[in-house]
């Protein structure tokens, strides 16, 4: 039964990402960037490379510590073409074909384990019932309960 929890927890650790509609990428530093495709950005951007793929101006932003957002425009004309945005600051995305953007996110470090949680063990069939409470002080104790049958 753990098997089959863990085989499911992982499949959907895997798949969580496609199908909130964003994808993931992480640097060694405790940032991720969150990508949402067929959006741009509102707002100046600090700097401006052509002719970089999506995950070259994703690593450049990872590693700007100025950088808190990426707009990746795919060129028409060829690689060297497409625009990579960075931004410190920005305005709200909107919907454009032909343009990605991500977002700097921290991550949760991979030195820190995650704290296992406290269960109890599952119990099946009848149990021996409780036994009642100590009375009361100067009431007596109710007369058991006759077990059904």
Known sequence: ??????????AAALLLPAVIGGAM???GAGER?????????????F??????????????????????????VRGTGGAN??????????????????????????????TEAPKPLARSAPSFGS???TPPPPAAAGRPAPPPTPAPM
């Open 25 to 27: 990428a992480q640097s």
């Open 81 to 110: 073409t497409s625009q990579c945005r960075l931004f410190s600051t920005f305005g709200a995305a909107q919907a454009a074909q032909g343009s990605d953007v991500g977002y700097k996110r921290r991550s949760v470090a991979k």
């Open 127 to 129: 149990a021996a019932p």
């Open 1 to 10: 039964m753990r098997k089959l929890l863990f085989t499911l927890a992982t």
């Open 33 to 45: 960037i969150q990508r949402v495709a067929n959006q741009k950005l509102s707002g100046n951007p």
């Open 47 to 72: 700097t401006n490379v052509t002719g970089l793929s999506y995950q070259q101006c994703e690593s450049r932003c990872i590693a700007d510590q100025q950088c808190k957002a990426l707009e990746h």
